[in-house]
């Protein structure tokens, strides 16, 4: 069975450019969250999505957007880069959405270099 | 107030030795505790988890100690491997209330390293 999967798994950007990452939940979990890890700390939530509409957002500026799409993939937006947001971008993927905690399964992330 | 705190740092341990890393929390909401272990260049991939109904959980040679009144939750690794070495995370996350997420706290992390 296919894990998580993130895409692209590398990504380098210019300061003030725009970036997309995008993610696929494991196959029957439908509820898909965004962490932020940037090297040497634990990762930082960013927002968490079930069935299409955001059930949770973390302490991150507007220039974060996410959404999830109907196969309940998910794709993280960032738009004017900064230095600070180099770092790895994780995706977990949950089989349910709020009814409950259930395990979450990270992806390999995508890791953002902002030069 | 949201934070979960792990404790050491970084830890060295000989192969055979016993590995115990220890998180504080403070949020009384919390009531689900996994454990995940990061290699480099990977995602943090899960370990074990335990809800505060219980006060230990062993899965193989991974054991998780609760203590609800302390707010104490700690890994014990036993018979540490070389293999074993990577980062561990504790983390966190409560109930979700009506239409709100469940997000996860993590700790800072432990980078764990077993001596052969």
């Known amino acids: 069975d296919a894990g998580v999967t993130q895409s692209p798994t590398h990504l380098i950007k210019t300061r003030g450019q725009q970036v997309t990452l995008r993610c696929s939940p494991i196959s029957g979990h439908k509820s898909v969250s965004w962490y932020q890890q940037v090297l040497g700390q634990g990762p930082q939530f960013i927002f968490q999505y079930y069935e299409k509409e955001e059930r949770g957002r973390g302490n991150f500026p507007d220039r974060f957007s996410a959404r999830q799409f109907p196969n309940y993939s998910s794709e993280l937006n960032v738009n004017a880069l900064l230095l600070g947001d180099s770092a790895l971008y994780l995706c977990?993927?949950?089989?349910?959405?709020?009814?409950?905690?259930?395990?979450?399964?990270f992806g390999q992330g995508t890791r953002l270099t902002v030069v | 107030q949201q934070q979960v705190k792990q404790s050491p740092q970084s830890l060295i341990v000989q192969k055979g030795g016993i590995s115990i890393i220890n998180c504080a929390y403070e949020?009384?909401?919390?009531?689900?505790f996994p454990w995940y272990q990061q290699f480099p260049g990977k995602g943090p991939a899960l370990l074990i988890a335990i809800r505060p109904d219980v006060s230990e959980k062993k899965e193989g040679r991974f054991t998780i100690s609760f203590n609800k009144s302390a707010k104490q939750f700690s890994l014990h690794i036993m018979d540490s491997q070389p293999g074993d070495s990577a980062t561990y995370f504790c983390?966190?996350?409560?109930?979700?209330?009506?239409?709100?997420?469940?997000?996860?706290?993590f700790g800072g992390g432990t980078r764990l390293m077993v001596k052969p």
């Open positions: 949020n009384t909401a919390f009531d689900y």
């Open positions: 977990a993927s949950r089989p349910r959405g709020v009814s409950g905690n259930t395990e979450a399964f």
């Open positions: 983390a966190a996350s409560s109930f979700p209330a009506r239409n709100a997420g469940n997000m996860l706290t």
